[in-house]
């Protein structure tokens, strides 16, 4: 029986040297380097990747996260998550696809494009997107 390999600290790791354990979130070159990508704010970069560090590879399109857990969790405030939100659905990085509601406390769902969802291949909607010639 081969033994498993550890790193330095420890923990078991695969054949390419990841740990096991852990979880990524890819970012393909092609959407880091395309310019509607490099165009969006800071708050709408951190709540994409807060939407996609919740995806483990097949729940996309059941997607939570609310405008108060969003403001809390990355430092902003409620207003700012929502225009961030705003923007990321405008530019093609999420789709809405159940609105949440306050009185029975349930946060909106999204799906991100740049993965599949119930089947269907990724839309990649933001490649469509035009740029912002003035940095909004």
Known sequence: MASKKTNRRGRRVNTKGRNENEQYARLPYRMAQHPVFRGLSGNALKIWIELRCRYNG???????????????????????????????????????TKQGYWYGRQATEWRTTDVSCDGHLATRDWQHAKPLSNGK
């Open 58 to 96: 097949s729940n996309n399109g059941k997607l939570f996260l609310s405008l108060g857990e969003a403001a809390k969790l990355l430092g902003m405030g409620k207003s700012s998550a929502d225009r961030a939100f705003k923007e990321l659905e405008h530019r093609g990085f999420i789709v809405k």
